[in-house]
């Protein structure tokens, strides 16, 4: 039974901060890459970050960059996306994949690893 369950999410005003959390459960989680994607409604699904499968590489879009930090416990079995000086932009679904490959992750390749079911994140005044 693979479990990707992600918290956090909630209503946040312009500029403030969020911390989502994943906890995974089911599968080996320090063997895997673990990734954080943000979809709005009517856009592409995109990739926020990545982080590999002992935290060594990390991976962000430009549009995060600086503001948003990927992290991972593997004691624990959850990967964190903190989230600072948020933008209505930044007003999405964030959604957690798991996958054998931090490459496979940063590149988009799909048809593999797991997703959660995810958490909405709203940034508005």
């Known amino acids: 039974q693979v479990q990707l369950v992600e918290s956090g999410g909630g209503l946040v005003q312009p500029g403030g901060s969020l911390r989502l959390s994943c906890a995974a459960s089911?599968?080996?989680?320090?063997?895997?890459?673990m990734g954080w994607f943000r979809q709005a409604p009517g856009k592409e699904r995109e990739l926020v970050a990545a982080?590999?499968?002992?935290?060594?590489?990390?991976n962000y879009s430009d549009s995060v960059k600086g503001r948003f930090t990927i992290s991972r416990d593997n004691a624990k079995n959850t990967v964190y996306l903190q989230m600072n000086s948020l933008k209505p932009e930044d007003t999405a679904v964030y959604l957690c994949?798991?996958?054998?490959?931090?490459?496979?992750?940063?590149?988009?390749?799909?048809?593999?690893?797991?997703w959660g079911q995810g958490t909405q994140v709203t940034v508005s005044s």
């Open positions: 089911g599968f080996t989680f320090s063997r895997y890459a």
């Open positions: 982080i590999s499968v002992t935290g060594a590489n990390t």
């Open positions: 994949k798991a996958d054998p490959s931090f490459f496979a992750i940063v590149a988009g390749a799909n048809g593999r690893g797991y």
